[in-house]
Antibody, heavy 122, light 111 residues
Framework: QVHLQQSGPGLVKPSQTLSLTCAISGDSVSSDRAAWDWIRQSPSSGLEWLGRTYYRSRWYNDYAVSVKSRITINPDTSKNHFSLQLNSVTPEDTAVYYC????????????WGQGTLVTVSS | QSVLTQPPSASGTPGQRVTISCSGSSSNIGSNYVYWYQQVPGTAPKLLIYRNNQRPSGVPDRFSGSKSGTSASLAISGLRSEDEADFYCAVWDDSLSGFWVFGGGTKLTVL
């Protein structure tokens, strides 16, 4: 059974960097049958996909256009986790952030982390 | 405003059949699989339907999905009080360099 455990601060100051980590158990971040995604949810924007990392003989990243200039998603094979960094945050980045496994070959987001409420405020 | 359009609310009484629609375009629903997620407030979304009409293990067969052209639907038959939740459609959109898009969500109330 796959389990995703999120960690990271719940409060970030404007203009600073939001950093979250998603620890994977029951699967590998290097799996060639999955991608590892970050999704956020806010009352104003609903569910919003932010990006993903995945391994297919080499590492790939895809990012949403809306955050492409500010986001980095990195895998860490030694710790079997992946991370989200979002730079230059504003109050509009306040949301519940989720990590999720995207199963290959059309299985969708089949496992989710517990969610982390991140508030951007001074 | 989401790329995928869902009705904001739906309702039904126990035992009824309810359908929730999701309207998109040729670059998303018209080209790719549709997924449905159920979310109880305060918890993470849960995969309900994948590949348009497939149910993950453990999802009751009261839930079914369908797709036609650039629209999709989720049907819930034999409505139960525990079905009360928010439902979201999701699909990969091929425009730009590709991205996942979610519907705005439908809040289902069991009367």
């Amino acid at each position: 059974q796959v389990h995703l455990q999120q960690s990271g601060p719940g409060l970030v100051k404007p203009s600073q960097t939001l950093s979250l980590t998603c620890a994977i158990s029951g699967d590998s971040v290097s799996s060639d049958r999955a991608a590892w995604d970050w999704i956020r949810q806010s009352p104003s924007s609903g569910l919003e996909w932010l990006g993903r990392t995945y391994y297919r003989s080499r590492w790939y990243n895809d990012y949403a256009v809306s955050v492409k200039s500010r986001i980095t998603i990195n895998p860490d094979t030694s710790k079997n986790h992946f991370s989200l960094q979002l730079n230059s945050v504003t109050p509009e980045d306040t949301a519940v952030y989720y990590c999720a496994r995207e199963g290959d070959d059309g299985y969708g987001f089949d496992y989710w982390g517990q969610g982390t409420l991140v508030t951007v405020s001074s | 405003q989401s790329v995928l359009t869902q009705p904001p609310s739906a309702s039904g009484t126990p035992g009824q059949r309810v359908t929730i629609s999701c309207s998109g375009s040729s670059s998303n629903i018209g080209s790719n699989y549709v997924y449905w997620y159920q979310q109880v407030p305060g918890t993470a979304p849960k995969l309900l339907i994948y590949r348009n009409n497939q149910r993950p293990s453990g999802v009751p067969d009261r839930f079914s999905g369908s797709k036609s052209g650039t629209s999709a639907s989720l049907a819930i038959s034999g409505l139960r009080s525990e079905d009360e939740a928010d439902f979201y459609c999701a699909v990969w959109d091929d425009s730009l360099s590709g991205f996942w898009v979610f519907g705005g969500g439908t809040k289902l109330t069991v009367l």
